[in-house]
């Protein structure tokens, strides 16, 4: 069996070698595809070889990062920061506008409407507690979750982004844990409103890039005119004069360095932007008139602006001399201050003479926001460019002798007593307590908390007055608190 087993083997083992030998492997050179690689690779004699290639590569990335940086020195260390603007018309400015056009689009169909914010408001009520102690209407964090779930069912997911833990936490909570209804509704609300005048800036902004332009801010506001109560009757004839006027203080408190344009944030961050929708409010609400006098933006307000600048402009001009606007407040402000201020603020007239100077509406404008908000950082370094007599940053006891000069003249004409400018002037040094006791800055004017009361000192006779008379005038305004 050992011997028939080893024939078999030897037999099959015989077999596979004749079967090998009639199935030859043919040469490497007649089949296509080891042609074509060859060709491809090459034999290692030219460029063809890999790592021929590969060397060849890296020159070619080098020379391309050498010549980058050869332009880069010449172009100077500085990147490109200036992109142009798409042209009118082109394809890239329509593909633009359309884009925005359907993003806010898009964000204002996510907002509350009117309908959905009392929905809410019907919720909360239905939905809360009544704290035995105060009367308030108070929820929970369980309350809350399950006035989110009524809601949503209600109006829908879009007000679902208010129910959220977080916004939950940010408000005043008693000692179990539970938060006021009133001031959440107000904040949805407030978040609400400042979204939608958000969408309304964008949709005004032309070229897109965050800014409001004074045609745009006055375009804006023009659109609001029909939907607050308080400015509903307003005359056709003056509604372009009002925008001018109420755009003008956006631009006093939202654009600093004068740029001819606010960004967007900043003025929704404002609080000229709160100012303006207190005229939500119905006037049947008994608005005293000295609250329309104060709102820049009242009917009343801009009226009274108006009026003042034509009463001043005595040869109807259109713009204000020095000795026009030296009438201003009753001529208690001094020659020094107004010349002073059309060396700051007041541009040389392209018109007439080229030292002549006019100061025209918008600057005038800028002038009473600076004068009537004085103890603001806007205000108080509209008026220190004015004070700095020298333009060095700073004010010496030189330059509080020589403003106080004009006031101390004033008021002498109007038969006060006399007083001695050393005392005056080492006064204003302890309110002010300058970190440098040689001079003092604008931050010191900031920082003292009295820096609106120090400029009309040196300003405005009537300024002084009142500083004089601080305790009297203190004691009168107990009394008629006491009386009312």
Not at 350 to 373: I, P, Q, T, W, Y
Request: charged share 30%.
């Amino acid at each position: 069996m050992s011997t028939a087993s080893g024939d078999g083997g030897g037999g099959e083992g015989a077999s596979s070698a004749a079967a090998g030998a009639g199935r030859r492997i043919p040469p490497a050179s007649s089949m296509p595809w080891v042609r074509n690689l060859r060709r491809f690779v090459g034999t290692g004699a030219g460029l063809g070889s890999e790592a021929l290639m590969e060397l060849e590569t890296k020159r070619i990335l080098l020379e391309i990062f050498k010549e980058r940086q050869r332009k880069s020195m010449e172009a100077g260390s500085i990147p490109s920061f200036y992109k142009k603007k798409p042209e009118d018309g082109s394809i890239s400015n329509r593909v633009q506008k359309l884009a925005k056009y359907r993003f806010l689009k898009k964000q204002s169909e996510l907002l509350l409407n009117a309908d959905d914010l009392d929905a809410m408001w019907v919720c909360l009520r239905e939905n809360c507690v009544i704290d035995d102690a105060t009367g308030a209407e108070k929820m929970n964090y369980e309350d809350f979750c399950h006035i989110a779930t009524v809601c949503t069912e209600q109006i829908g997911q879009k007000c679902k982004r208010f129910f959220s833990p977080s916004n939950f936490m940010k408000f005043e909570k008693d000692d179990s844990g539970r938060i006021a209804i009133l001031p959440f509704y107000l904040y949805v609300m407030r978040t609400v409103s400042l979204t939608q005048a958000r969408i309304d800036m964008s949709e005004l902004d032309e070229d897109s890039d965050g800014f409001l332009q004074p045609h745009e801010m006055e375009a804006y506001i023009r659109g609001l005119i029909p939907n607050l109560a308080q400015l509903r009757d307003m005359p056709s004839a003056f509604v372009q004069m009002y925008c001018r006027i109420a755009a003008r203080k956006f631009f006093f408190f939202c654009d600093p360095h004068r740029r001819g344009k606010a960004c967007i944030k900043k003025v929704l961050l404002s609080n000229c932007l709160q100012e303006l929708m207190e005229l939500h409010q119905e006037s049947e609400e008994e608005v005293t008139d000295t609250e329309q006098v104060e709102n820049w933006f009242s009917l009343t307000s801009a009226q009274r602006i108006c009026d003042m600048f034509l009463a001043l402009d005595k040869d109807t001009n259109g713009t204000l001399s020095k000795q026009e606007l030296k009438e201003y407040a009753d001529g208690t402000l001094t020659d020094i201050f107004i010349e002073r201020v059309f060396d700051e603020h007041v541009r040389r007239s392209k018109v007439g003479g080229g030292n002549s100077r006019e100061m025209d509406f918008e600057s005038f404008l800028d002038f009473v926001l600076a004068l009537e908000n004085k103890d603001t950082p806007e205000g108080l370094t509209y008026l220190f460019r004015c004070l700095d007599l020298n333009g060095r940053g700073f004010l010496t006891t030189a330059d509080i002798h020589t403003l106080f000069r004009d006031v101390h003249q004033k008021w002498i004409e109007g038969g006060n007593y006399e007083l001695c400018i050393e005392d005056v002037r080492d006064e204003i040094w302890d309110m002010v307590k300058p970190a440098d006791p040689l001079r003092i800055a604008l931050t010191d004017l900031l920082s003292c908390k009295q820096g609106g009361t120090i400029a009309s000192m040196l300003t405005d006779v009537r300024g002084f007055w009142a500083h004089d008379n601080r305790e009297n005038l203190l004691q009168e305004e107990e009394e008629q608190v006491e009386e009312a």
